[in-house]
């Protein structure tokens, strides 16, 4: 089962919710911690949404930036891959030619 956008909005929210309220805080006191706005933290918490940087601080005010390294894990090359002459990470994106499937 996939989850929808919304689905995983809601989700993150509960578990910083959870994760604050372990750690005996209040909202405003993570948003001052966090360096963000209340309202930030009112909208995470209840799955609205809010900006990349407010969720980063956020996660980093309450001692997981960890959880980051979750959702963008470090791409690495094999280095068995490059003693084997295997083909090198791509750098950039290439354009489709004409006629062909994406």
């Known amino acids: 089962m996939q989850l929808t956008t919304q689905e995983w909005e809601i989700g993150l ?3 910083l919710r959870e994760l604050r309220l372990r750690q005996n805080m ?3 006191e993570l948003a001052e911690r966090a ?3 209340l309202n930030a933290v009112k909208r995470l918490e209840s799955g609205k949404g ?3 940087t ?3 601080n956020v996660l980093r005010a309450l001692g997981r930036a960890d959880w980051l390294d979750t959702l963008a894990p470090q ?3 094999s280095p068995l891959q490059v003693l084997k002459g295997g083909p090198m990470p791509r750098r ?3 354009r489709a030619r004409k006629g062909s499937r994406v």
């Open 13 to 15: 929210g509960r578990n």
């Open 54 to 56: 407010s969720l980063i």
């Open 75 to 77: 791409v690495s090359v």
């Open 26 to 28: 209040d909202q405003r």
């Open 92 to 94: 950039r994106a290439s």
């Open 35 to 37: 360096d963000v706005a």
């Open 50 to 52: 809010a900006h990349l």
